[in-house]
């Protein structure tokens, strides 16, 4: 008999361009066909079909205190009572803003906005703004959501010309683009050698996690700091990811790094469409109604968006989720060591989120991480996902590590994991 995810997943075919709502849902990078999801509490989604699994994609990020929070459910339920939506000020705009600058170490003013690709957007728009020029520089292999200036992941050495990822992209718009790889810092230095007084930003994934997961070589982050500031460049950190996940203040509270604008969402939303983007005030301020740049959202600062996001973070401050989240990761972390001690395999974590390459190291940027053994992660991905374990159906997505994941949790984890291995 067809499952009911398989019901469900020809009937979204005909009526949904490839039956999903985000690309990466459908399964297409390991074969077979994705699941539908009744509920999800806890690290556990149970399917349509009444399969639980424990989950290390939580969402894509935001569950980080596991699924369905009851803070967090409260919340929201209180929030909705009064409304759903005013498109006029709300008090819960002021305290999200002030708990982002109070949290964010670069960030002194803020703007909300409904999904991490309207929060890099509106940086690069911005940037452009406030310096006058066009040009930004992005790291291959990281992603900053499907923002047309952004879908560009030139091929090797190409200082030059940027070229669209995605068709519809206008050819125009991709050559101001200059995409370059990551942990490279002469590569950086020498295109601003070439074009460094047009260029408005770089933008960069200070802990790149959409490629995998790698992390910045010392001095890597202070190296782009130090060019930008050299060249009246701005900085963007995409925190979109590891804000409010790494650390209370994202990894620019780690590193020390402080960009001069900063994209945030996933965690901030606890769960519902969020994004928001700060930095320096002065650069803020070039913003609509103030100034020039024009920047907008009908549902920007949804009180119910809010109110989810603001429960997420209190509830992460006063159980010191980070330091917990931390505990956690390392335990995790020793039983994968564990498990794949003496295979051609390369682990990295850092907090709560972490990636196994199919490759042996090191990988520090998009072309190592290219090296990996996508067979060999399809077949493992399958053989986790049958004993219960779900993880990105992708070589190239980090995991997640939730508050909902419990020490039993990761030993039933290890268990599987290793058996996958061994298939
Ligand atoms: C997920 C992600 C985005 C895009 O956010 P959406 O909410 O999917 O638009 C941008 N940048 C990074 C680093 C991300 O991980």
């Given amino acids: 008999m067809p499952s009911r995810s398989h019901e469900l997943f020809e009937a979204a075919k005909r009526r949904i361009p490839g039956g999903v709502n985000s690309p990466v849902r459908a399964f297409r990078s390991v074969g077979g066909e994705p699941f539908f999801i009744e509920s999800a509490s806890g690290c556990r989604v149970r399917d349509v079909d009444g399969k639980e699994y424990i989950d290390y994609v939580g969402t894509w990020g935001p569950a980080i205190l596991g699924h369905a929070p009851a803070v967090v459910i409260e919340a929201v339920r209180e929030a909705a009572g009064c409304g759903l939506s005013f498109g006029i000020p709300n008090p819960l705009e002021v305290e999200m803003a002030e708990t982002i600058c109070r949290l964010v170490p670069s960030v002194e003013r803020v703007r909300m906005v409904n ?18 020029r066009d040009r930004i520089i992005k790291f291959e292999g990281c992603y900053h959501g499907h923002v047309d200036s952004l879908l560009v992941k030139a091929g090797s050495g190409a200082l030059t010309h940027g070229r669209p990822d995605s068709a519809g992209v206008p050819a125009a718009l991709a050559a101001l683009t200059v995409a370059l790889p990551f942990n490279d810092l002469d590569a950086v230095a020498a295109a601003f050698a070439r074009d460094g007084r047009e260029i408005a930003a770089i933008i960069v994934e200070p802990v790149p996690a959409n490629a995998g997961l790698y992390l910045p070589e010392p001095g890597f982050l202070e190296g782009l700091r130090a060019l930008c500031d050299a060249h009246d460049t701005l900085l ?22 402080r960009p001069d604008l900063t994209a945030l969402g996933k965690v901030i939303g606890g769960g519902l469409p969020v994004g928001a983007f700060g930095g320096r005030a002065d650069i803020m301020d070039h913003l609509s109604p103030d100034g020039p740049v024009y920047q907008a959202g009908t549902l920007s600062g949804n009180p119910l968006a809010l109110a989810a996001g603001l429960a997420q973070l209190r509830e992460l401050e006063r159980r010191d989720g980070w330091e917990a989240l931390e505990a956690l990761g390392a335990a995790f972390e020793a039983a994968v060591r564990e498990t794949i001690s003496g295979r051609p395999l390369t682990f990295h974590r850092i907090g709560s989120m972490f990636c196994l390459y199919f490759t042996e190291g090191p990988v520090r940027n998009l072309a190592d991480a290219l090296r990996s053994d ?30 909902g994941h419990t020490a039993d949790d990761i030993a039933a984890t290890n268990r599987i994991t290793r058996a996958a291995l061994q298939e």
């Fill in 236 to 257: 963007i950190f995409d925190e979109v990811m590891t804000g409010f996940r790494l650390a209370p203040g994202g990894y620019q509270e780690l590193c020390g790094v």
């Fill in 374 to 403: 996508r067979a060999a992660f399809n077949r493992y991905f399958h053989a986790c996902l049958d004993a219960g374990v779900y993880f990105a159906p992708s070589q190239f997505e980090a995991g997640f590590l939730s508050l």
């Fill in 115 to 132: 999904s991490g690709t309207e929060a890099t957007m509106s940086c690069i728009r911005l940037a452009r703004g406030f310096t006058g």
